[in-house]
């Protein structure tokens, strides 16, 4: 059973950045994706950004310019790099992992909060 840890949430000053990882486990995986989604009160979740197996790249409009997206094939982990945070930036923040025999898999979600 493929599970996901996520880490690195928490609360910041708003220009201030944190750092986002979540690590994949449970025996011999083949990621095809890993990202970031993102979901605040009262509002549907959103694409932050998404990383392919091959390096490629995608980010969420309201992100770009801000957030990078990077991942560790060796260690099935993906980063998310938030810099110049802003309060609405504030969400619960959900990796996310397509992988090939077990299909989208979702993480329990990290808080991120942006004071003003």
């Known amino acids: 059973q493929v599970q996901l840890v996520e880490s690195g949430g928490g609360l910041v000053q708003a220009g201030g950045s944190l750092r986002l990882s979540c690590v994949a486990s449970g025996g011999s995986l083949t990621i095809n994706l890993m990202g970031w989604y993102r979901q605040a009160p009262g509002k549907q979740r959103e694409l932050v950004a998404t990383?392919?197996?091959?390096?490629?790249?995608n980010y969420g409009d309201s992100v770009k310019g801000r957030f990078t997206i990077s991942g560790d094939n060796a260690k099935n982990t993906v980063y998310l790099q938030m810099n110049s945070l802003k309060p609405e930036d504030t969400a619960v923040y959900y990796c996310n992992v397509h992988e090939m025999w077990t299909g989208e898999i979702w993480g329990q979600g990290t808080q991120v909060t942006v004071s003003s």
């Open positions: 990383i392919i197996s091959g390096g490629k790249t």
